[in-house]
């Protein structure tokens, strides 16, 4: 069974770059074994697909977030991260990783999120 563990500050003031990790045990990265997304959902809003790796390292965005947005891996660690940059206060919200299919309408396995709060 795959779980998966979000991991990062909680607090990013406004223009900093948030950075979150998300470890996976129970499955790997790097094996054709699903594709691994960020998620986000703002207060009162509903789940926003950010972006994805997949097994051989490809990354693909959202396209409204994708001049801001990186996700890399650390396969050493079974680990993907995401950078968001020059966030604002619109920025703050639950932050999940996931594993699913390609386009992210379907996710399998979820951690259980990580809140960010972007304020000064």
């Known amino acids: 069974q795959v779980q998966l563990q979000e991991s990062g500050p909680g607090l990013v003031k406004p223009s900093q770059t948030l950075s979150l990790s998300c470890i996976v045990s129970?499955?790997?990265?790097?094996?054709?074994?699903?594709?691994w997304h960020w998620i986000r959902q703002s207060p009162g809003k509903g789940l926003e697909w950010m972006g994805a790796?997949?097994?051989?390292?490809?990354?693909y965005y959202n396209p409204s977030l994708k001049s801001r947005t990186s996700i890399s891996r650390d396969t050493s660690k079974n680990q993907f991260s995401l950078q968001l940059a020059s966030v604002t206060p619109e920025d703050t919200a639950v932050y999940y990783c996931?594993?699913?299919?390609?386009?992210?309408?379907?996710?399998?396995?979820w951690g259980q999120g990580t809140q960010v709060t972007v304020s000064s």
């Open positions: 996931a594993r699913g299919n390609y386009d992210g309408t379907t996710m399998d396995s």
């Open positions: 129970g499955g790997s990265i790097t094996t054709n074994d699903g594709y």
């Open positions: 790796i997949i097994s051989d390292g490809n990354t």
